[in-house]
Every structure is written in C-alpha cells, then in structure tokens.
C-alpha cells in the first residue's frame, strides 16, 4: 500500500504493508504530528516510480508541501488511479476506518480546510501543555536547588 501523509509543510510518500502500524510509528517520531492525505495500493515499485517524479521537490525523506506535489497526489488519489482502492480516514478514536468506494477531494485546499480546525485545536493543546511542561520543569529546578542546599548543611 501506498501512503501519503503531511507533517507541517512537509509531505511523505512510503510504501508499507501495515497503515495503522505505519501511522502510529510517525506519528511517535514526529512532534509535530502527521496527517493521513489518502493511501491506493500499491508497491515498493509504484513508490520508486512516486518518488522518482517528485524527486525534484525532495527534502531528505520527505517532499516539500507545494503546488507540483500536492496536484501529483491529487492525481493520483483522484483522477490517474488504473487499480482500484481504497480510502482511508481517521476517525475519533484513532483507529482507520476503510471506505469502499472512494471520494473524490473537490480539491487539495478543501481537504486542508477541513483539518485546519482539527489541527488549530491540536496546536492549542500541545502549546498548553508545553506551558504546563515548563512550568512544572521551573518548580522541579527550584526544588532540587532547596534539595542541595537541606543536603549540604
């Protein structure tokens, strides 16, 4: 299976046997996070031929987020696919839920605009925390000083 996933402005096409797997391994790895665009099946061949077409918007192992790679895709998701597949979506529990017959996205900007409430709500949250984390971290400093300080007289 073929997938293509965004993190940031950046966007990943790979090749992987297991989605969910494939999703949560990013998704560790990477703090920013990753958004499942769409998967078609396909082979380590099939990706090889991806990336060699978008080779030119290459960013180490991912493509820069741009108008080529994001009317590629489209393509591919929408309108160049010869073998049948199937979309896939997140939904609310983080589980994939498969949909037989796919839907076609009206256009890349539509199918952003409908995570860009998700993800402003996402970015909130991990601010908050990182808040929260640095807060905590500040009081775990204070404490230790006071720690050296019981210990050293």
Request: include cysteine; charged fraction near 35%.
């Amino acid at each position: 299976m073929i997938y293509f996933v965004q993190s940031l402005d950046k966007i990943k096409v790979g090749f992987t046997s297991n989605i969910t797997h494939r999703i949560k391994g990013l998704r560790s790895a990477n703090p920013h996070g990753v958004i499942l665009i769409g998967t078609v099946h396909g082979d380590k061949n099939h990706e090889k031929k991806i990336h060699k077409v978008l080779k030119n918007h290459n960013v180490g192992e991912w493509f820069k987020d741009c108008e080529e790679v994001r009317e590629y895709i489209d393509k591919i998701l929408n309108d160049g696919i010869k073998v049948k597949y199937k979309q896939m979506e997140w939904d609310g529990s983080e589980s994939i839920v498969e949909v037989e017959e796919p839907e076609k996205m009206a256009s890349w900007e539509d199918h952003k605009d409908k995570k860009l409430d998700v993800l402003v709500d996402i970015v909130a949250d991990m601010m908050e925390i990182e808040h929260s984390l640095s807060r905590l971290l500040a009081k775990k400093i204070g404490l230790e000083k006071k720690y050296v300080k019981v210990i050293r007289s």
